[in-house]
């Protein structure tokens, strides 16, 4: 079985189509799971899982593979403990797990992000 982690705020329009796409995709052999908080990652480490994630400032949806590529906002509070942060100090204590990162824009187009989510999970 293979798990996309859907994140993002659902009550933000333009920070909830990983949500959206968690509730209303269903593809065989790959399990959607809405995700609050990115420590919910943990219990994925040991499987075949990708992270979905509104990202600002892209028109197609992205892979990333390289964490040294995500933008994380300086942190004042825990408040701002994001996924980016969170996707790097797991790198930086050595996980052995390889994250894919699929990053959309939030205006994507469910049936373009089913497409795409069929490339490179199947």
Same mark, same amino acid.
């Given at each position: 079985?293979?798990?996309? #982690?859907?994140?993002?705020?659902?009550?933000?329009? +333009?920070?909830?189509?990983?949500?959206?796409? *968690?509730?209303?995709?269903?593809?065989?052999?790959?399990?959607?799971?809405?995700?609050?908080?990115?420590? &919910?990652?943990?219990?994925?480490? +040991?499987?075949?899982? =990708?992270? #979905? +994630?509104?990202? /600002?400032?892209?028109? &197609? =949806?992205?892979?990333?593979?390289?964490? =040294?590529?995500? &933008?994380?906002?300086?942190?004042?509070?825990?408040?701002?403990? +994001?996924? *980016?942060?969170?996707?790097?100090?797991?790198?930086?204590?050595? /996980?052995?797990?390889?994250?894919? #990162?699929? *990053?959309?824009?939030?205006?994507?187009?469910?049936?373009?992000? &089913?497409?795409?989510?069929?490339?490179? #999970?199947?």
């Amino acid at each position: 079985m293979k798990y996309v #982690l859907c994140f993002g705020n659902p009550y933000v329009k +333009d920070d909830s189509l990983a949500q959206q796409t *968690a509730k209303r995709l269903k593809l065989d052999g790959i399990e959607m799971v809405s995700c609050n908080s990115p420590e &919910e990652i943990m219990f994925y480490m +040991d499987k075949d899982f =990708a992270i #979905l +994630d509104v990202a /600002t400032g892209i028109k &197609e =949806a992205q892979v990333i593979s390289d964490l =040294a590529q995500l &933008e994380s906002s300086k942190m004042v509070s825990l408040h701002d403990f +994001d996924l *980016a942060f969170f996707l790097k100090l797991l790198k930086k204590l050595n /996980t052995k797990s390889k994250v894919r #990162l699929i *990053a959309v824009p939030a205006k994507y187009p469910m049936d373009k992000l &089913e497409k795409r989510l069929k490339l490179e #999970l199947l």
